[in-house]
Nanobody
Framework: QLQLVESGGGLVHPGGSLRLSCAASESTLEYYAVGWFRRVPGKGPEGVSCISSSGGRTNYADSVKGRFTISRDNAKNTVYLQMDSLKSEDTAVYHC?????????????????????WGQGTQVTVSS
């Protein structure tokens, strides 16, 4: 069973940057598409970004496009979310999720129901 662990969250001022990491327990993350989602109490989950298992396709929510960058290092079994120009509305718990695909697949999704494996999340707080 794949396990995911997020890290890199914290408190940052508006305009600042953070890099989140999603580390997998197995050396097979290269077979998984990975998505980042965020949750705020009282609101539904929002798909933030996703990347195909090949790494060749990425997608972003309109709210973060141009500010966030997703990438993956399959040799380290890790997916990253670089977050720049952070805003107060980016405050949330960020979760990564993975769905098994074949190696080199171009599939991706920003729908949480498409993912089977989830991490516990890391808190991101943007405040002055």
């Amino acid at each position: 069973q794949l396990q995911l662990v997020e890290s890199g969250g914290g408190l940052v001022h508006p305009g600042g940057s953070l890099r989140l990491s999603c580390a997998a327990s197995e050396s097979t993350l290269e077979y998984y598409a990975v998505g980042w989602f965020r949750r705020v109490p009282g609101k539904g989950p929002e798909g933030v970004s996703c990347i195909s298992s090949s790494g060749g396709r990425t997608n972003y929510a309109d709210s973060v496009k141009g500010r966030f960058t997703i990438s993956r290092d399959n040799a380290k079994n890790t997916v990253y979310l670089q977050m720049d120009s952070l805003k107060s509305e980016d405050t949330a718990v960020y979760h990564c999720a993975a769905d098994f695909r074949k190696y080199g697949s171009s599939w991706y999704s920003l729908e949480e129901n498409d993912y089977d494996f989830w991490g516990q999340g890391t808190q991101v707080t943007v405040s002055s």
